[in-house]
């Protein structure tokens, strides 16, 4: 999916637009002024019948309007238009019902010479009141159109056609009513066509008559002859503003073209259950489907049909749910609708029963109509916001691009986005040429949404724009503690929580080494490795526990694992054998602990909870521990990601595919749905300029209960509209970043949102977040660490960084662009993706993390690896047709690969294994000094016992402990020529000793440090 999807679906409409109105027309009123009876050269008032195709004349008895004999386009008579001191009308009508949703073309031939001015309104009624749509031909031969949504009383506006001067041309307006819009095209004698941008229509209702005026000024004239209005003998479609996807598919079935001809008269028999493949060939943006069934006598009419897709994602979103059965005329048709997914094919299992499958209709959402003076705009000036949020900024910057050679003049305004109150008021700026950085000073600015709309200063019309969107989310630090307990707890240093002062100090993340322990397998019956669990045999040995998937993350019919085994001398020799039952995992040393303390679904009677909403009055305070964020799959039922849904019953709030609702599980079989509406919806596609609120993505990092049980917290990938140059064209969501949220609630009922660990300046363009893992830092006083996906969009990679918070709440990534599992090489077993640790188990010095996939596929390989059809398909040819709209020729991963016949070799010949982060034992990260010595100083502490020590220290460093009391003076026996002091070397839980004394002294104390050429990871106190 790419920013050139837009102008694919352009070019689509515009070219079904080419037969519109051309087929199976009507006339409704055919006037050409040479009935003798009614028409004879002088003026005319009212002539003609109502109840005939000519239609009737009626209004002012004046020469304003009279029947001439030279010229004209038909002989003997023609109608001509002047403006004689006053303003004059006639209209042209008739008693017969236009008909309701008919497509409709009004015509007629013009003459102009020399000073040629008139008017003419298509309207509802045979008043002013009601205007459809109109015409004036203006000074300078120019024709413009009624736009209903231009400001101000004069509401026409110039097309930029312009019409033959002294020589006969056709006018046609044509009227599109399923999608609300019209236009004109003239042709003239050397049948040259020119076609107006389109306009829309001030009211969508049939027609009833023609209003011709006069303009001045005085003496100005047009003759007309050969009026026509014609109307679609069909009803007009009302998806007549979408992409018909299924014309130029591909069916497995030859069979089956009948349904794509579209000719309701065809169809197929189907009896019995059948099945059909339609491929698209690349990848399409599809929000509802048509299936057209049934025969004149009423029989054959479908019954049901399951419809599933393979999206951008290599999932196989199910995507028919309950269907809608409509009529449109005397065809009978089941409508399914569902959020955009961008797919490459989709399946069709028609369920048992007789049926006459008349024809399939695969759909594009709805094309919004573009100004076209705005897309001209938007050629020449682009830009967007460097960052999807600002936080730790103190200015945001808005880079414009002009793309012309001249300056260009354009007008800048800062609103609230939900309020409408201005922030800054329109300022010009003068775009030199190229690139231009516009800044926004955020010092005053509180957190929330705003919308920079960039207007064009050199027009009047201030609906030549575009909008940006500005997020501010300003840093909020956790509350640090007047006096830290920490016995039996152990000091992490992401930050200066702890310390009430430092200086020549770094926090930072240690980065692991990333083993491979399962390789690929190209089966494509068993291409997904997926990684369950990590332990230590009895013999010492490092064992992993995994399972196999086919491309489409499809299970087995029997789930079959697989044990893989190295020692811990030799990890890059690993022994693989099938398992006949899952083994016994021994007690481990896990490295954190998880977060979760939720309660699972409980059935009753082996019946599915069926939910209801929650009631206040009968159901009492809600128990956070019993609450849980239920997600609808978009996934296929037989999917390895399609989540449980049989244990519960959504009877009660029918709920769509991709929501998200809190369920408060009270008691087995009973279940309360917390709010009336989702808490979010995945809808990764964001059509508009600005993304609903609630826009999500199929990212998380799982769900959770505070320690203390007060806060319940989940999280999300929300969706952010994103713009070129700051997104990536060749993604398979170009339009937006994926930014992980959590959501947290102490009542159950009310959400607050917070963004986590957001992308600065340190990262590569258009990095965003695929999803994450959550865990307790072992013995960490509360610490919460996050293994977060990173997903550089622009190298199409995941890799691995962590993230961190106190409360659940506040998360932060670690400054600079570090990471705890990098990306390999081009083509090496990381070089495409790194997922986050799903568990990790201490030996000795060392922490061992389990990576459940780990490969050398890059994203945009996935949508191919990941499906069972796609992989098939694979050729040069094939993948330069998907990527090339996408412009993946630009993107610097084509200059690894080469060219496309490598692209597509290697897209045949890489796969998905398990790996191991190798780190040291609570050595995710550290606080560190270089060349300068490093000093800080603790808040008040109380502990027990001894205080160990978890450090590295270089050739000449050193580290350098004493403590004081509360205020700050040094403690006897601790400090001075008793403190403590290591030099060079590793040290991993050193007992540390303060003079002859290990033991901590018992009143409050701060600790005072010195670190020179060192790294220090934990102090620790048992």
């Not at 009803?235 to 309701?264: G, I, P, Q």
């Amino acid at each position: 999916m790419s920013i050139n999807w837009y102008k694919a679906i352009t070019i689509s409409v515009l070219l079904l637009l080419v037969n519109i109105l051309t087929a199976g027309e009507t006339t409704y009123i055919e006037q050409d002024f040479d009935d003798s009876k009614y028409f004879k050269p002088g003026k005319i008032s009212s002539q003609g019948d109502l109840t005939q195709e000519r239609g009737r004349w009626s209004g002012q008895n004046d020469p304003a309007f009279e029947i001439v004999t030279s010229p004209v386009h038909s002989k003997p008579h023609a109608l001509r238009i002047k403006r004689v001191s006053s303003p004059q009308r006639m209209w042209l009508a008739r008693s017969k019902p236009f008909p309701e949703k008919r497509n409709y073309k009004v015509s007629f031939w013009c003459y102009a010479k020399d000073l040629n001015r008139f008017g003419l309104f298509v309207t509802k009624s045979r008043n002013l009141k009601q205007i459809i749509g109109g015409i004036s031909l203006s000074s300078m031969q120019r024709l413009m159109l009624y736009n209903p949504e231009k400001e101000g009383n004069n509401k026409w506006q110039q097309t930029k056609l312009t019409a033959p001067h002294g020589s006969w041309f056709l006018c046609e307006l044509k009227f599109d009513v399923g999608r609300n819009v019209y236009w004109m095209e003239i042709t003239d004698n050397d049948k040259e066509t020119q076609k107006s941008r389109e306009f829309p229509l001030e009211i969508s209702s049939p027609m009833t008559a023609l209003f011709f005026l006069n303009t001045p000024p005085n003496g100005s004239s047009v003759v007309v002859d050969d009026i026509k209005v014609t109307y679609e003998s069909e009803e007009a479609s009302d998806v007549s503003d979408r992409t018909n996807y299924t014309l130029a598919a591909k069916l497995d079935k030859e069979h089956f073209n009948a349904v794509k001809d579209k000719n309701y008269q065809t169809g197929v028999d189907l009896k019995g259950e059948t099945d059909l493949t339609i491929d698209l060939g690349t990848d399409k943006l599809v929000d509802m489907i048509r299936i057209y069934s049934g025969k004149p006598n009423g029989t054959g009419k479908l019954n049901a049909c399951q419809i599933n897709g393979l999206n951008a994602s290599g999932q196989h979103p199910e995507l028919s749910g309950k269907g809608t059965e409509k009529k449109r005329g005397n065809l009978y048709f089941t409508e399914y609708n569902f959020n955009p997914e961008v797919l490459s094919s989709l399946s069709f299992k028609f369920k048992a029963g007789n049926a006459f499958v008349q024809e399939i209709e695969i759909l594009s959402p709805k094309i919004v109509n573009a100004d076209a003076l705005k897309e001209a705009f938007q050629k020449k000036v682009y830009g967007e916001f460097r960052l999807p949020v600002y936080q730790d900024q103190k200015t945001a910057y808005l880079y414009l691009y002009n793309t012309d050679k001249m300056p260009y003049k354009v007008a800048l305004t800062l609103t609230e986005r939900f309020s409408g109150k201005t922030i800054n008021a329109a300022r010009e700026i003068n775009l030199r040429p190229g690139e231009n950085k516009i800044p926004f000073d955020l010092g005053n600015l509180k957190d929330g949404y705003y919308v920079a709309a960039i207007q064009d200063a050199t027009s009047n019309s201030k609906n030549i724009q575009f909008l940006r969107s500005l997020r501010v989310q300003k840093p909020m630090p956790s509350a640090k503690k007047n006096l830290y307990t920490m016995s039996g707890k152990k000091m992490f240093f992401p930050d200066d929580h702890y310390l009430a002062s430092y200086r020549n100090l770094v926090f930072k993340t240690c980065e692991g080494k990333l083993i491979e322990a399962v390789k690929p397998n190209l089966d494509s019956n068993d291409f997904t490795q997926l990684g369950n669990n990590i332990f230590f045999d009895s013999n010492g040995k490092l064992n992993i526990l995994f399972h196999r998937l086919n491309r489409s993350w499809g299970r087995e019919q029997k789930r079959r694992y697989f044990l893989a085994t190295a020692s811990l001398d030799n990890l890059s020799d690993w022994k693989i054998q099938k398992l006949d039952r899952v083994p016994r995992v021994p007690e481990q040393s896990y490295a954190g602990g998880e977060i979760t303390g939720l309660v699972q679904p409980g059935k009753k009677n082996g019946q599915a909870v069926k939910l209801r909403f929650y009631d206040p009055a009968k159901d009492g305070k809600v128990r956070l521990d019993q609450v849980r964020v239920w997600f609808i799959s978009r996934g296929a039922k037989d999917s390895e990601i399609s989540g449980d849904i049989s244990s519960l019953n959504w009877s009660a709030i029918k709920p769509q595919r991709g929501s998200g609702w809190p369920i408060w599980f009270k008691a087995p079989g009973v279940g309360l749905v917390l709010t009336r509406t989702p808490l979010y919806q995945d809808m990764a596609y964001v059509l508009s300029e600005l993304e609903d609120p609630k826009a999500s993505n199929d990212n998380w990092a799982g769900q959770f209960l505070a320690e203390d049980g007060k806060t319940f917290f989940f999280t999300r990938a929300m969706c952010m509209r994103r713009f070129p140059p700051f997104n990536a064209p060749w993604d398979n969501l170009p339009g937006v970043s994926r930014i992980l949220t959590v959501f947290y609630t102490q009542d159950g009922l009310n959400y607050k949102s917070r963004r986590m660990a957001l992308p600065d300046l340190t990262d590569p363009v258009a990095s965003q977040h695929y999803g994450g893992s959550i865990r307790l830092a072992q013995n960490g006083n509360g610490l919460m660490l996050m293994y977060t996906m990173r997903y550089k969009a622009y190298t199409q990679q995941i890799d691995l960084t962590m993230a961190y918070s106190w409360d659940g709440i506040h998360w932060e990534k670690f400054p600079g662009d570090e990471v705890l599992g990098a990306n390999g090489s081009h083509g090496s077993f990381s070089g495409g993706h790194v997922w986050s640790p799903s568990i990790g188990i201490n030996r000795g010095n060392k922490t061992y993390y389990l990576i459940p996939r780990i490969g050398q596929v890059y994203h945009f390989q996935s949508e191919i690896a990941n499906s069972m059809d796609a992989i098939k398909k694979v050729s040069a040819k094939y993948m330069k047709a998907r990527f090339e709209p996408r412009q993946f020729e630009k993107c610097p991963l084509f200059k690894l690969f080469g060219s496309w016949e490598k692209l597509a070799e290697d897209t045949l010949n890489w796969g998905v294994g398990v790996g191991v982060l190798v780190c040291r034992k609570d050595g995710l990260f550290c606080v560190e000094a270089g060349g300068q010595k490093g000093e800080f100083v603790t808040l008040p502490l109380k502990a027990a016992d001894s205080m160990k020590i978890n450090a590295e220290i270089d050739n000449g460093g050193y580290i350098k402990l004493q403590l004081t009391d509360t205020k700050g003076n040094p403690l006897p026996g601790y400090s001075g020529a008793n403190a403590a002091l290591l030099k060079c070397g590793d040290y991993m839980d050193e007992v540390l000793s303060f003079g002859s004394r290990k033991r901590l002294p018992d009143t409050e104390f701060k600790i005072v440090a010195e670190v020179f050429k060192a790294k220090l990871f934990t102090l620790s106190f048992e």
